[in-house]
């Protein structure tokens, strides 16, 4: 088994947990917080789906895809274009607010695509390139990536607790 196959069943594991915490809920219990310092399922998968499009985007030399493919304008949230939710105050975690379980999974889903495809052309070798040397030690792309695998399936796995407490109610 190559690395690329191993981070390919990653971020397929990823898919899989943010599919099964968002398919068939409505708007109102995406966009729910359970209470004024919590997230919603809808922030909590607009976040990671934010943070992998962005990390990608920058390690493939390439645009984002909220920003190149329109997500932005569709999703309108009324956050600046390069926001990914990192740091945010209640407040702003309360202005991610998704109109339906389709657009927010669309959005994810491309971003799954375009991921999906850049690990399918990366070697053993690339996985260990230095892509931000403002940290100590220097970032390689593997680390990265295994960074952006954890804190997905940090966030996924917290909306599906928070789709099992909103069954629950």
Same mark, same amino acid.
């Given at each position: 088994?190559?690395?690329?196959?191993?981070?390919?069943?990653?971020?397929?594991?990823?898919?899989?947990?943010?599919?099964?915490?968002?398919?068939?809920?409505?708007?109102?219990?995406?966009?729910?917080?359970?209470?004024?310092?919590?997230?919603?399922?809808?922030?909590?998968?607009?976040?990671?789906?934010?943070?992998?499009?962005?990390?990608?985007?920058?390690?493939?030399?390439?645009?984002?895809?909220?920003?190149?493919?329109?997500?932005?304008?569709?999703? #309108? %949230?009324?956050?600046?274009?390069? $926001? &990914?939710?990192?740091?945010?105050?209640?407040?702003? !975690?309360?202005? *991610?607010? +998704?109109?339906?379980?389709?657009?927010?999974?669309?959005?994810?889903?491309?971003?799954?695509?375009?991921?999906?495809?850049?690990?399918?052309?990366?070697?053993?070798? #690339? %996985?260990?390139?230095?892509?931000? $040397? &403002?940290?100590?030690?220097?970032?390689?792309?593997? !680390?990265?990536? *295994?960074? +952006?695998?954890?804190?997905?399936?940090?966030?996924?796995?917290?909306?599906?607790?928070?789709?099992?407490?909103?069954?629950?109610?």
């Amino acid at each position: 088994m190559h690395s690329k196959d191993v981070l390919t069943d990653a971020f397929g594991r990823i898919h899989e947990t943010v599919h099964s915490a968002v398919e068939d809920l409505s708007a109102e219990e995406l966009n729910t917080r359970l209470n004024d310092d919590s997230n919603s399922i809808a922030w909590l998968i607009w976040h990671l789906s934010r943070v992998q499009d962005d990390h990608i985007a920058d390690a493939s030399r390439s645009d984002q895809v909220w920003l190149g493919d329109g997500w932005a304008e569709r999703l #309108d %949230l009324g956050l600046p274009p390069s $926001d &990914t939710g990192y740091g945010h105050s209640g407040g702003q !975690v309360a202005k *991610v607010r +998704v109109p339906s379980a389709d657009l927010l999974l669309g959005y994810f889903d491309a971003v799954h695509e375009r991921t999906l495809a850049y690990v399918a052309g990366l070697t053993d070798e #690339d %996985l260990d390139q230095v892509i931000d $040397d &403002t940290w100590s030690p220097p970032v390689t792309l593997g !680390v990265r990536l *295994v960074s +952006v695998i954890a804190d997905d399936l940090q966030h996924s796995g917290q909306a599906a607790f928070v789709r099992g407490v909103l069954e629950r109610l």
